[in-house]
């Protein structure tokens, strides 16, 4: 995956899995989604936006003016869902690893030094 995937912007198209959104929509879902962890600035998020539209991940599907502001949608591409699966597989087994080495028994203290 050329895309570096960050947690912040995992939690981007996980939002947009949902529904196409606008960049407060989508502020508002990852928030609520993280439960208040992941909070999301206009320039990061943004920013965000422009790499994954870059990636081919995700990618405008239309604009409205509400209240004299222009608000653009985005919408998940296949190449985006395909990328939130395989990230989403990924931490799976990384959680599922970690499971694994914290439920195994500690190693024996060492008896004096080496």
Same mark, same amino acid.
């Given at each position: 995956?050329?895309?570096?995937?960050?947690?912040?912007?995992?939690?981007?198209?996980?939002?947009?899995?949902?529904?196409?959104?606008?960049?407060?929509?989508?502020?508002?879902?990852?928030?609520?989604?993280?439960?208040?962890?992941?909070?999301?600035?206009?320039?990061?998020?943004?920013?965000?936006?422009?790499?994954?539209?870059?990636?081919?991940?995700?990618?405008?599907?239309?604009? #409205?003016?509400?209240?004299?502001? &222009?608000? @653009?949608?985005?919408?998940?591409?296949?190449?985006? !869902? /395909? $990328? +939130?699966?395989?990230?989403?597989?990924? #931490?799976?087994?990384?959680?599922? &690893?970690? @499971?694994?080495?914290?439920?195994?028994?500690?190693? !024996? /203290? $060492? +008896?004096?030094?080496?």
């Amino acid at each position: 995956m050329a895309f570096g995937m960050s947690e912040q912007a995992y939690f981007v198209l996980l939002s947009l899995a949902e529904e196409p959104r606008h960049g407060y929509g989508v502020v508002q879902a990852v928030k609520a989604m993280s439960d208040g962890r992941v909070r999301l600035g206009a320039g990061t998020l943004y920013g965000i936006l422009d790499r994954l539209v870059e990636a081919g991940y995700i990618e405008a599907s239309g604009e #409205l003016v509400v209240d004299g502001r &222009l608000r @653009r949608y985005y919408r998940l591409t296949p190449d985006g !869902r /395909a $990328a +939130l699966a395989a990230e989403t597989a990924r #931490l799976t087994d990384l959680a599922s &690893l970690a @499971r694994r080495v914290l439920a195994a028994r500690p190693p !024996r /203290a $060492a +008896l004096g030094p080496a």
